[in-house]
C-alpha cells in the first residue's frame, strides 16, 4: 500500500494540480483518485509519477514501496 500522505505532499510541495499531474503522468484522473483510496499504483503509474513529480529515488521507494525492510 502507498504512503498516499507522503504523496500529497509530494503533489503538493509540486505546485502543479491533479490535472497537470494525470495528463503529464499518463494516468486517468478517476484512476488517480481510486489508486488514492486504497488501490495499488502500477508500475508504469510509479514511473510516470516518479517522473512528473520529480522524485528522488529514496522519495519514490518511501511513498510505493513503504513496506519496513529488515
Excluded: H, P, Q, W
Excluded at 44 to 49: F, K, P, R, T, Y
Amino acid at each position: 500500500m502507498a504512503d498516499i500522505k507522503l504523496l500529497k505532499e509530494r503533489i503538493a510541495d509540486s505546485g502543479m494540480t491533479v490535472k497537470a499531474i494525470c495528463e503529464k503522468s499518463g494516468i486517468l484522473r478517476e484512476t488517480f483518485y481510486n489508486r488514492l483510496k486504497g488501490g495499488e499504483f502500477t508500475a508504469s503509474e510509479i514511473v510516470g509519477l516518479t517522473k512528473t513529480l520529480k522524485l528522488s529515488r529514496s522519495d519514490r521507494d518511501k511513498i510505493f514501496l513503504n513496506e519496513k525492510l529488515n
